[in-house]
């Protein structure tokens, strides 16, 4: 499985943006999707995760209320919906996958990862 992450980009303090992640196929070892991002000198976090079905989505606290998560199962694509972007979120955002399972918001558990993109929020 491959993932194609896309949408990043400079935007002001409060602006919006949205990311993309395209799977290649889907299957039992990709039904959690999951964002993550990673500031230059911080560990990789998690942002949040969804099944394909709307089973199971969860968002991190310190986004949640500004950012969503939602697919479109037809073309195998998961998005995050960030609005009212800080400084502080600015990372590079990747997109995971794994199997359901337990501590799906935990970065080791996920074992297909994309390309990061960039976002960068000035203020």
């Known amino acids: 499985v491959q993932l194609q992450a896309s949408g990043g980009g400079l935007v002001q303090a409060g602006d919006s943006l949205r990311l993309s992640c395209a799977a290649s196929?889907?299957?039992?070892?990709?039904?959690?999707m999951g964002w993550f991002r990673q500031a230059p000198g911080k560990e990789r976090e998690f942002v949040a995760a969804?099944?394909?079905?709307?089973?199971?989505?969860y968002v991190a606290d310190d986004v949640r209320g500004r950012f969503t998560i939602s697919t479109d199962n037809a073309k195998n694509i998961v998005f995050l919906q960030m609005t009212s972007l800080k400084p502080e979120d600015t990372a590079v955002y990747y997109c995971a996958a794994r199997p359901v399972g337990p501590d799906s918001t935990s970065v080791a558990t996920y074992r297909t990862w994309g390309r990061g993109t960039q976002v960068t929020v000035s203020s």
């Open positions: 969804r099944t394909w079905s709307e089973g199971w989505i």
């Open positions: 196929e889907r299957s039992a070892n990709v039904e959690v």
